[in-house]
């Protein structure tokens, strides 16, 4: 579990395809190495991932085919920013929002709009993920918590205010970029129950 609060941009040093046709990532880091162990879980672009080799500055994950279909990890190349979150202690502070770190797809970067020190952001997204989303309502885009302003027929938009606009990757990304996006859980459980309550009631 993750709260979509990134604690660091980590630089990509390498992905590449392993012997046995898999993939692995490897990322440089400073604060999301402290306290880390083989075995534990990061979050890469809002991607939960277990941590398989670690070095003074920096860790390796794998990757697995569907990892790669889901999200924009696979567009990676060395010395590209990403996001980087450890996972939530059980006692830790929830600055945003509850986040799983399962990606259920990815969007692209539309549009980027100065307001004062203020940066509008227009994310193009598929209808079988904008039907989760409602104005002022969470989102995890690339694995950061933001609130839903507007959501259209095609896209959604959202505002960075300038602190959050220093401390990750987006606003350095181009028109066109894909993003990960990882929509509120409650709206897909709330979905499922009510169609199922419909289907029992016929």
Request: contains cysteine; charged residues 20%; negative net charge.
């Amino acid at each position: 579990m993750f709260t979509g609060i990134v604690e660091e941009i980590g630089i990509v040093e390498a992905l590449s395809q392993v012997a046995d046709g898999g993939w692995s990532l490897t990322v440089r880091a400073h604060t999301a190495l402290k306290g880390a162990r083989l075995g534990d879980s990061l979050a890469i672009n809002g991607t939960c991932l277990t941590v398989t080799a670690l070095t003074a500055n920096s860790f390796t994950v794998g990757l697995s085919p569907e990892t790669l279909r889901r999200t924009n990890l696979g567009d990676l190349r060395a010395n590209d920013e990403v996001n980087l979150e450890r996972s939530l202690a059980a006692d830790g502070h929830i600055g945003g929002h509850f986040v799983q770190g399962h990606v259920d797809g990815t969007g692209v970067a539309r549009a980027f709009r100065p307001e004062g020190d203020s940066l509008w952001v227009t994310v193009e997204a598929a209808p079988d993920l904008l039907r989760y989303l409602v104005p002022k309502g969470y989102i995890a885009v690339d694995g950061v918590s933001l609130t839903v302003v507007d959501v259209l027929p095609d896209a959604f938009t959202f505002m960075l205010v300038a602190y959050t606009q220093q401390h990750i990757t987006l606003p350095r990304k181009s028109p066109g970029s894909r993003v990960n996006l990882e929509v509120e859980v409650l709206a897909k459980y709330v979905e499922k129950f009510i169609g199922e309550v419909k289907y029992a009631a016929r």
